[in-house]
């Protein structure tokens, strides 16, 4: 990335850059996420493209365009797509231990007294 000067005056040169980056790039970093997480997380993959489109209007009218900016958003991609599935994955594996354990817990719970 390049540590050029911020382009805050001209935002909108940036938001149709990102624009036009975005219509040619989008479904290619759709489906480079989609072959790094799997073809089940379609849905995944499409939310981290447009969360890159994202950052890259929030972050380059004040940083600068990085002199690559095409890698830029393939980077940033990947790294936003990477968390989310570990992310999902912590999840998924701490919602099976919970689950584990109320089950040991209505296992070893006493039988209720049932009176006539």
């Known amino acids: 990335m390049s540590k050029a000067a911020p382009i805050v005056a001209d935002g ?15 479904s ?4 480079a996420l989609t072959r790094l997480i799997g073809a089940g997380r379609l849905d995944l993959a499409e939310d981290v493209a447009q969360e890159t489109l994202a950052r ?4 380059w009218p004040w940083s600068g365009v990085p002199d690559d900016p095409v890698g830029w958003l393939y980077a940033v991609a990947r790294r936003v797509a990477v968390d989310a599935a ?29 009176t006539r």
């Open 12 to 26: 909108e040169a940036i938001d149709g850059l990102v624009e036009r980056l975005f219509r040619r790039e989008s």
């Open 28 to 31: 290619r970093i759709v489906a």
């Open 56 to 59: 890259a209007l929030r972050h």
């Open 86 to 114: 570990r992310h999902d994955a912590t999840l998924a594996r701490k919602a099976e231990q919970i689950g584990r354990e109320l089950f040991a817990e209505v296992a070893a719970a006493p039988e209720p007294a049932y």
